[in-house]
């Protein structure tokens, strides 16, 4: 992979994670703590999604080959799942395979939130996994792993930023901006999703690539 595919990269999966849906939910989860406590959690929930990403770029095809199940079909899954994931954020409505009404009405009783459900599903969910461990086998050179790494810690920065001026953004951007951002999110997420169905079913039927 080169320098502009690790820019894709970055790109794709600040797609995936998308901090920007999450801020609502952010806020509505921590309405009743204090301003300390909310800095806490948004650095917990960050560095959750960065040991989940981590986990998922260097244990993802151990765990696959475990359960007998191949890249090319993983790929083709991961692809739905992103094209389902895509096509509710080009709606610019809730993705219930990142959360579900019952997770978050439960999550209220919960005296923190910050890895579950805001890093777990909200943020590092199975579109973010799936990716992850898709892009992870592109390339197995040492280098490839350390770039890898500085765009996870890049993202979970990224998090981190976007939950602590959630209060500030969600004032000015309003509702019907933050439907605009997710939409073009969910543009650039479709597409992912077919290029990873495309390749995986080439992978999968090679008479169907003309191999």
Known sequence: MNWSEYVQLLIGLISVVNPISAMPIYLSLTARKSPAERRRIALDSAFA?????FVSLFAGEPILL????????????GGLLLLLMGISMLRASDDRSRHTPEEDAES??????A????????LAG???ISTTIVYAHRDLSLAHYLLFSSVIVSISL??????????????????????????V???????????FIVGGTAE????????
Do not use: H, W
């Not at 999604?49 to 990403?53: D, E, F, K, R, S």
């Not at 999110?185 to 290029?195: K, N, R, Y």
């Open 185 to 195: 999110m969910g543009l650039l997420l479709t597409s992912i999703a077919v290029e």
């Open 115 to 122: 890895v579950v459900p805001i890093a777990i599903p909200l």
């Open 49 to 53: 999604v960065a040991m989940v990403l």
């Open 126 to 128: 199975p579109g973010a």
């Open 66 to 77: 475990f359960f007998g199940i191949g890249l090319p079909s993983f790929r083709v899954a």
């Open 204 to 211: 999968l039927f090679p008479m169907l690539a003309g191999r």
């Open 158 to 183: 990224i998090v981190l930023v976007f939950l602590l001026m959630a209060p500030r953004i969600v004032a000015i951007m309003g509702q019907t901006g933050l439907n605009v951002v997710t939409r």
């Open 108 to 113: 209220y009783d919960k005296s923190s939130v």
